[in-house]
């Protein structure tokens, strides 16, 4: 393990390994990667993630069962909707052209090209892999969500020195995976796995050129007039949604260099689905200025452009859903009862907290949930980058009640759906609402150890 691994090199070296030596993980080391992932964000505090890691006689077992089984039909989801869209179809196409040309694979090689997909199944001789899935209740927004969590543990295995790549051509054997692992095919859904291990350093495959698009054609800056070194552990465990900062402008030079480094966060295909505007100053006032005015409107004022939270959610998910609620209140000292300094404190909401910085995230509509989690792995890169820079956030899901009024202040393409904001500045740590407790579940109620 090297500590000294900050979250801006951890971004930076991590790939997607499809060549890996045949090393074994120590249990020990995955145990604590996986632990720290616990404190990923998620949208109420759900955590609506559940996995199982796979080595030894399992994982051969499995992968043996997929080796001589047709793809499912249908698809358990659809996961390239995307290439409908020139650019990403440029991208998916770009980065497979060079993956093969760092081969020596000719693109008339179609035997060889087919040898080399198989050995997705085998997940590229990675010692372990981590299947994941999630009730099938789960929406959009809480893709996203395991989206944070999964980049969280390909940054923390960096630090641990090992690699990985997420699969979500694993999918296609969605229903023989959870009918080995016992999970049921009519509540959950499989999204992926990741592969884990110690890169094969002397394989092309793991060193051609990644590309990613260049900063402006993702993230605008508006308003703005003008290093602390963290590992990865620390940036996850410090973060925590802020919600009161102080009065203290942010360096436009340290966000521009907090979002050029997570443009390095993978995506399906390399397809980037995630697009942001940055406010600050008169364009970030303005805005707040004209949702202000509608609030007193209540309901009447909404215009979600999705559910933020399933309709059917139940059980453990509704539970830390209100549990997270009833905590930030006691801290606040703002009894059940007192409907009115609820209210009144919710509204803070859209005042970002007061932070001096709103990031709002959109991406086209057509993007399907992968691309969704996708963008969730952007949002936890750049949360954990902040807190290297010893700067905090707060993901607001809530801003998506009024995209109305996002899109009167804010250019935002039509066929682009808004998603989320993020808070960022200078967090008022000492402030009650930064301080309670924010509980996770423990590890073993989201993943399970098979070949250990």
């Known amino acids: 393990m090297n500590k000294s691994t900050t979250v801006t090199d951890a971004v930076m070296s991590r790939r997607s390994i499809r060549a890996f030596s ?8 995955l145990q604590q990667v996986m632990e720290t992932a616990r404190w990923t964000p998620s949208g109420c505090n759900f955590q609506p993630w559940e996995g199982a890691i796979l080595t030894g006689e399992p994982l ?33 196409h770009q980065v497979g052209a060079d993956m093969y040309a760092a081969m020596n694979i000719e693109r008339g090689d179609k035997a060889a090209r087919g040898d080399f997909m198989a050995q997705n199944t085998v997940s590229f001789g990675a010692p372990a892999v981590l299947l ?29 020195g090992l690699d990985s790549c997420p699969q979500e051509f694993l999918s296609i054997h969605a229903r023989l995976i959870k009918d080995f692992l016992g999970v049921s095919d009519e509540s959950h859904i499989f999204f992926c796995g990741i592969a884990i291990g110690y890169r094969d350093e002397e394989d092309p495959v793991n060193g051609f050129d990644r590309k990613r698009e260049p900063l402006e054609s993702k993230v605008q800056f508006l308003g703005f007039e003008y290093d602390i070194a963290m590992n990865v552990t620390d940036a996850v465990n410090s973060r925590r949604s802020v919600r009161a900062y102080q009065d203290k402008p942010v360096d436009p030079a340290v ?36 949702v202000a005015e509608v609030i007193p409107q209540g309901l009447a004022a909404y215009s979600p452009e999705y559910n933020i939270y399933p309709p059917e959610l139940d059980g453990a998910y509704q539970e830390r859903r209100f549990g997270i609620g009833e905590a930030m209140y006691a801290a606040l000292e703002i009894p059940r009862e007192d409907k009115a300094s609820r209210l009144k404190w919710f509204a803070r909401n859209f005042q970002a907290f007061g932070a001096p910085v709103l990031m709002l995230v959109h991406t086209p509509r057509y993007m399907g949930s992968p691309q969704w989690s996708d963008i969730g792995m952007w949002l936890q890169t750049v949360m954990l980058l902040l807190r290297e820079e010893g700067l905090d956030s707060c993901a607001q899901e809530a801003w998506a009640v009024y995209s109305k009024q996002i899109r009167e202040c804010v250019d935002i393409p039509d066929d682009h759906i808004f998603f989320c904001g993020l808070a960022i500045g200078w967090g008022d740590r000492e402030q009650a609402v930064n301080t309670f ?16």
């Open 22 to 29: 045949d090393k074994p993980v120590p249990l020990s080391v």
């Open 132 to 160: 994941v899935y999630f009730p099938r209740v789960m929406g959009a927004p809480q893709w996203s969500d395991v989206g944070m969590w999964l980049q969280t543990i390909m940054l923390l295995l960096r630090e641990q």
């Open 255 to 290: 966000l521009r260099r907090v979002l050029e480094t997570a443009q390095r966060s993978p995506s399906g295909g390399n397809t980037q689905p995630w697009n942001a505007v940055v406010l600050t100053g008169d364009p970030l006032q303005k805005l707040l200025g004209k």
């Open 60 to 92: 051969k077992q499995l992968q043996a069962k997929m080796a001589v089984s047709p793809p499912q039909d249908p698809k358990e989801y659809s996961w390239s909707d995307p290439e409908v869209l020139p650019e990403c179809l440029a991208r998916l």
């Open 437 to 452: 407790p924010v509980p996770r579940a423990p590890l073993d109620e989201a993943v399970r150890w098979e070949g250990f």
